[in-house]
């Protein structure tokens, strides 16, 4: 339902828009050729010790695997977090999503948004930060220097392309 004042079906130009995700170096099929090489050793290892008589040592290496495919399915877990940034003429919108699911959006106005940086000398950009009217937001926490470098680039030129305001060509 509309109250009247709203145009429907029109939004406004993206200037900029970006889907953040943290990196995984090892997909499906890798996990699945990590695990079954493990096992494999394991269970040979395992068979070896067996028939030394130390038993106990079959179940050690068993458990070790268990514990290794434990530990990457937490890993593939927080993998599904995920960060959008997009900017407008009129909004900076954030929304981050994390690995739970749980939503949290921010919208700040693109004239009063100011990015903000730390840095190391040896490492490079530790932290990109939004920041506008007080309120400070931290963004691509989980990229590395060389990618927050360039998201700090990108969104600092849509930034200053919101500020000019909308370009018009009257040719078209």
């Known amino acids: 339902m509309s109250a009247g004042n709203e145009i429907e ?9 970006a889907l953040l995700t943290p990196h995984r170096s090892l997909n499906r099929s890798g ?3 990590v695990m079954l090489f493990l096992s494999v050793v394991s269970f040979v290892t395992g ?3 067996l028939m030394m008589g130390a038993w106990p040592v079959f179940g050690f290496f068993g458990l070790d695997v268990l514990v290794i ?6 890993n593939f877990r927080t993998a599904r977090a995920s960060e959008e940034i997009v900017v407008t003429v009129s909004e900076l919108r954030v929304r981050r ?7 949290a959006e921010w919208a700040f106005n693109p004239l009063w948004v100011k990015l903000d940086l730390e840095a190391d000398e040896e490492f490079g950009i530790e932290r990109v930060y939004l920041v ?4 400070r937001l931290s963004i691509g926490s989980f990229l590395g220097p060389e990618e927050k470098a360039s ?3 990108a969104l600092l030129d849509a930034l200053n392309a919101a500020k000019r305001g909308p370009t ?4 078209s």
Do not use: C, D, M, T
């Open 31 to 33: 996990f699945l050729a």
């Open 9 to 17: 079906g029109e939004s406004e130009a993206q200037i900029f828009s």
């Open 168 to 171: 018009y060509n009257p040719i």
């Open 69 to 74: 495919w434990w530990a990457f399915k937490v």
């Open 97 to 103: 999503v994390s690995h739970r699911g749980h939503v």
């Open 151 to 153: 998201l700090a680039k």
């Open 47 to 49: 068979i070896v010790f």
């Open 132 to 135: 506008s009217r007080g309120r």
